[in-house]
């Protein structure tokens, strides 16, 4: 029940793009000439003036996440849960000289948060919530099952880091290129429960474990034990050649009275067989329904058994742990005053995670097991155009290719297939207000190639629409401050599932969030 969990914000399925407070409050940075360019365009670095620079900044991230179930047996057909990364940090240096440039970056590469289902998920009580028809055989014997009720808890958290290096060269005036490599070290930690479930039996609620072991499984071996001792008590009739005969007949022939006709009969329609199906009933034929009876009945005493064994407590604590190394290239272009083009390819990331079991009480996660998790290779462009001296146009392209990677199965053990490669469009604005201010605004269409059965409750992509804005201060010629926010409201993902018993129902998810983010970055000697 408890999976590969992944917390992504802006950018691809493994991938966030929000690696700056400047990406914040403008959304297109491909082209970038400032200190994120150290992330969006490391060959744009050479534009930059000489000197050493710092860069560090943070975010505030809280994303709501809302699974709308309509499978019939479930108890709430809605599941709240919530993202929060309070602290998001990415820092950059960049030690710049005329022709080279040497520069680090920090910062999430993918997840950074944590992310809480204080009820759970639909997939996590579906199988629960089946007890209540799975068991409504239990009528029979006088135990009538009319609901149920669980304590269940799911939190996942995960952090990709980035840790970024590399050199920047002028060519010329025009062209500058970057070589670097990213060391990505990974980690996902979930934890979580199923405890305490429960089954309303006769209008009071039981812990189904107990109830099913301690009440129900003796009711059927005392019914077992009545059926041996019919069996037992008609074996003299057979040894006396009477076994082709029906009771009517023997009480007739004087070989049982009517006392134990009545006892025999009595016994069998106690255990649930009818009278007209009695009155046909050769005495062979009596006692091999004792018999059998009696095997089904010992038998489902040892179903409610294991079924009470596995509705026990189960908890689940493990961490998974992984590195890969991301080789990346870049070049920027400036072929006209006013105009600088960046371009960005990032070699696919090869990462697999290793689990440390403490705990796993759903044989999920056997310890030491390995879960592959490649991040896709990444193409980016952007485009700066600054129409004025006050006026900054932008544009950004970011191509993920994430058919190139296997994302394994989902929790419905369904192939999580690409429909098409991720991608998004950006678009952004800078205005100079004054000498020491200026106002900036963004827009970003993500759109996520996947196809329906990739998503489950637990993990799920839909295309997005972003707005941002902020301001890019300058308290002194050497210090900037800058302060965005954005909004992300995520396209509704409907899902079509199925049951064998119940047929089709859908599921729906839903999510947006909202970040805030503040940087500071200082310029030492140059100009």
Not at 30 to 40: E, G, K
Not at 214 to 227: D, K, M, N, R
Not at 419 to 448: D, P, W
Request: proline share 3%.
């Amino acid at each position: 029940m408890l999976v590969c969990f992944g917390v992504a914000f802006a950018g691809g399925l493994l991938t966030n793009g929000n690696q700056s407070a400047q990406y914040i409050r403008m959304l297109s940075r491909n082209a970038s000439i400032s200190t994120d360019a150290v992330y969006f365009n490391p060959a744009g670095l050479m534009k930059m003036d000489n000197g050493f620079y710092i860069a560090i900044q943070n975010q505030s991230i809280v994303q709501s996440k809302t699974v709308e179930s309509y499978y019939p047996l479930l108890n709430s057909s809605t599941y709240e849960g919530a993202v929060k990364a309070p602290l998001f940090p990415t820092a950059f240096a960049i030690y710049k000289l005329d022709k080279v440039a040497f520069s680090i970056g920090v910062g999430p590469n993918s997840g950074g948060g944590s992310a809480e289902f204080g009820h759970g998920l639909p997939s996590f009580e579906r199988s629960i919530s089946q007890l209540v028809p799975g068991l409504a055989g239990l009528s029979k014997i006088g135990q009538n099952i009319t609901g149920y009720k669980a304590d269940i808890y799911f939190k996942g958290e995960s952090v990709y880091w980035g840790v970024q290096g590399g050199v920047s060269f002028k060519i010329n005036d025009i062209v500058s290129v970057y070589g670097g490599l990213r060391y990505v070290p990974a980690s996902n930690k979930y934890t979580g429960h199923i405890n305490n479930i429960q089954l309303n039996a006769n209008g009071v609620l039981k812990t189904a474990a107990t109830y099913l072991s301690g009440e129900v499984a003796p009711i059927f071996t005392g019914l077992a034990g009545q059926a041996s001792a019919g069996a037992a008590g008609v074996q003299p009739l057979i040894a006396a050649g009477a076994g082709a005969y029906n009771l009517a007949t023997l009480q007739g022939a004087g070989y049982i009275s009517a006392a134990q006709r009545t006892q025999i009969e009595g016994g069998l329609l106690s255990l649930g067989v009818t009278q007209s199906q009695i009155n046909v009933m050769s005495v062979s034929t009596i006692q091999s329904t004792y018999n059998s009876t009696a095997a089904t009945l010992t038998a489902n005493a040892a179903a409610m058994v294991s079924t009470g064994a596995q509705l026990t407590d189960k908890t689940v604590d493990v961490n998974q742990t992984g590195s890969g190394v991301t080789p990346i290239l870049g070049v920027n272009l400036s072929p006209c005053e006013g105009l600088n083009i960046g371009m960005k390819y990032e070699f696919m990331t090869k990462l697999t995670l290793t689990n440390a079991t403490k705990v796993d009480g759903t044989g999920m996660f056997p310890d030491k097991a390995k879960t592959s998790s490649d991040i896709p290779a990444i193409f980016s462009i952007g485009v700066d155009y600054k129409i004025t001296k006050k006026l900054l146009l932008s544009a950004s392209f970011n191509h993920y290719n994430d058919k190139g990677v296997d994302w394994g199965n989902n929790i419905y053990n369904q192939p999580r297939v690409m429909q098409k490669n991720g991608r998004e469009y950006a678009f952004g604005g800078q205005y100079q207000l004054c000498k020491k201010a200026a106002v900036s605004i963004g827009y970003l269409r993500t759109i996520m190639g996947v196809y329906e059965q990739y998503n489950s409750d637990f993990s799920y992509y839909s295309n997005s629409n972003t707005f941002s804005g902020g301001f890019e201060l300058k308290p002194t010629s050497r210090l900037t401050v800058d302060l965005g926010a954005l909004f992300t409201n995520y396209d509704n993902a409907p899902k079509l599932m199925s049951d064998a018993s119940l047929g089709n129902y859908y599921e729906v998810y839903k999510k947006h969030n909202v970040c805030y983010a503040i940087g500071l970055s200082y310029h030492f000697g140059g100009k």
